[in-house]
């Protein structure tokens, strides 16, 4: 009986990734009853249920998971041998189940409509609409960057701890649900990674575990990337998948929040994209702006790349390829690149303010 139903089980992964695609073609569907029907119940139980433990209970069961998948390989190697078949059913099964919890608790967001859709923004842009929006940015990053230091040189510290950040990301939240309530975030389960070094040299700074509902945040990451990263994770807990939209919500999160320091962070968290993409289209006239941005700004920037630039080591190509194929079979065509896109939304919310 257990064999059999272990059958049933590991057929069902052809059946899922059938239901999977056929959803995947109806993105309305997926937003109406999916992304805006199911998983929001979902996502709120899990963070009520997890949300006040004051560790990562996904990280653990995470850990737990890797013990038992390396015990399970070492006792039944020898299955290789004499009963191949059933080895590779019950792996199947296992693979199969996953699947299903991935998508049924989280990933279907994947399919959801493009946020440019949903907010009605256009999606394209021009090379003069980006410097132009790059420019208010700036104004406002370098405002905010001299009201704080004082001194434009001085690159801005946040004067509060990892873990006080957390308790204020929710007000940020707070604040841009008035204009959009379908990001109203409560109750809250944001927490640093108990996989904060491996995490780090793996070249990522935070993920949503998709079983528990956790937000993960690196907790080793410069403390002034800490509230934006800390942000995208709650972007990717509230139903958006999609790794430019989690950006675009984590900068207007973050210049929504009440507090100088979150508004710094957001303004330049926006001003960075929209400068690579300058760079990348124009070199001469990113040369000429970036002239314009205070100091202290740019070594902001340059704290956080020395910090990647310090924990790069052979394996995290590895990870990122991975990664990268991992988005494309979601549905982003761009995989990592797919982070860039964030610049058309915020060209195209900002040119329209």
């Not at 993920?207 to 934006?228: C, G, H, M, R, S």
């Given at each position: 009986?257990?064999?059999k139903?272990k059958?049933?089980?590991?057929?069902?992964l052809v059946?899922q990734?059938?239901?999977v695609?056929w959803?995947?073609?109806?993105p309305?569907f997926?937003?109406q009853?999916y992304?805006?029907?199911?998983?929001?119940?979902i996502?709120?139980l899990f963070?009520f249920t997890l949300?006040w433990?004051?560790?990562?209970?996904?990280?653990?069961?995470?850990?737990c998971?890797?013990?038992?998948?390396?015990?399970?390989?070492?006792i039944?190697?020898?299955?290789l041998k004499?009963?191949?078949?059933?080895?590779?059913?019950?792996?199947?099964?296992?693979l199969?189940?996953?699947y299903?919890?991935?998508?049924?608790l989280?990933g279907?967001?994947?399919?959801r409509?493009p946020?440019h859709?949903?907010?009605h923004?256009?999606k394209?842009?021009?090379t003069?609409q980006?410097?132009?929006?790059?420019?208010?940015?700036i104004?406002?990053?370098?405002?905010?960057h001299l009201?704080i230091?004082?001194n434009d040189t001085?690159?801005?510290?946040?004067?509060?701890t990892?873990h006080?950040i957390?308790?204020?990301i929710?007000h940020g939240?707070d604040?841009?649900?008035t204009?959009?309530?379908?990001?109203?975030?409560?109750?809250?389960?944001i927490?640093?990674?108990?996989?904060?070094y491996?995490l780090?040299?793996?070249g990522?700074?935070g993920?949503?575990?998709?079983f528990t509902?956790?937000?993960?945040v690196?907790a080793?990451?410069?403390?002034?990337k800490?509230?934006?990263t800390?942000?995208?994770?709650?972007?990717?807990q509230?139903g958006?998948?999609?790794?430019?939209e989690?950006?675009?919500?984590?900068?207007?999160?973050?210049?929504?929040h009440?507090?100088?320091y979150f508004?710094y962070?957001?303004?330049?968290?926006?001003l960075?994209?929209?400068l690579n993409e300058?760079?990348?289209?124009?070199?001469d006239?990113y040369?000429?702006i970036?002239q314009t941005?205070?100091?202290?700004i740019l070594k902001n920037y340059?704290?956080?790349?020395?910090?990647?630039?310090?924990?790069?080591?052979?394996t995290?190509?590895f990870?990122k390829v991975f990664?990268?194929?991992?988005?494309?079979?979601?549905?982003?065509s761009?995989g990592?690149?797919?982070y860039n896109?964030?610049?058309?939304l915020?060209?195209?919310?900002f040119?329209?303010?």
């Amino acid at each position: 009986m257990l064999k059999k139903k272990k059958n049933i089980v590991a057929l069902s992964l052809v059946l899922q990734i059938v239901v999977v695609k056929w959803l995947s073609n109806d993105p309305e569907f997926i937003e109406q009853y999916y992304s805006n029907g199911i998983y929001p119940l979902i996502s709120k139980l899990f963070r009520f249920t997890l949300g006040w433990l004051p560790f990562s209970f996904g990280d653990i069961i995470y850990s737990c998971a890797i013990i038992y998948i390396i015990r399970w390989f070492y006792i039944n190697r020898k299955r290789l041998k004499y009963d191949l078949k059933n080895w590779l059913i019950d792996i199947v099964a296992a693979l199969a189940i996953l699947y299903g919890a991935f998508h049924i608790l989280w990933g279907l967001n994947y399919y959801r409509l493009p946020l440019h859709k949903s907010l009605h923004l256009e999606k394209d842009y021009t090379t003069e609409q980006l410097i132009e929006v790059t420019r208010k940015l700036i104004t406002e990053a370098n405002n905010l960057h001299l009201s704080i230091t004082k001194n434009d040189t001085i690159k801005v510290i946040l004067p509060f701890t990892k873990h006080e950040i957390l308790d204020l990301i929710p007000h940020g939240y707070d604040n841009l649900q008035t204009a959009f309530p379908h990001l109203k975030y409560h109750p809250r389960s944001i927490k640093k990674s108990l996989f904060s070094y491996p995490l780090t040299y793996m070249g990522f700074s935070g993920y949503l575990n998709p079983f528990t509902n956790e937000a993960q945040v690196d907790a080793i990451i410069p403390i002034y990337k800490f509230p934006t990263t800390a942000a995208h994770e709650v972007a990717h807990q509230l139903g958006y998948a999609a790794e430019n939209e989690a950006n675009f919500i984590a900068c207007l999160s973050s210049i929504n929040h009440d507090n100088i320091y979150f508004k710094y962070t957001g303004y330049t968290f926006g001003l960075r994209f929209c400068l690579n993409e300058i760079y990348r289209r124009d070199e001469d006239a990113y040369n000429e702006i970036v002239q314009t941005v205070n100091k202290g700004i740019l070594k902001n920037y340059e704290e956080v790349r020395s910090f990647w630039e310090t924990h790069q080591n052979p394996t995290e190509p590895f990870f990122k390829v991975f990664y990268n194929n991992f988005l494309k079979a979601n549905r982003q065509s761009k995989g990592l690149q797919s982070y860039n896109y964030v610049v058309a939304l915020l060209v195209n919310y900002f040119d329209s303010q």
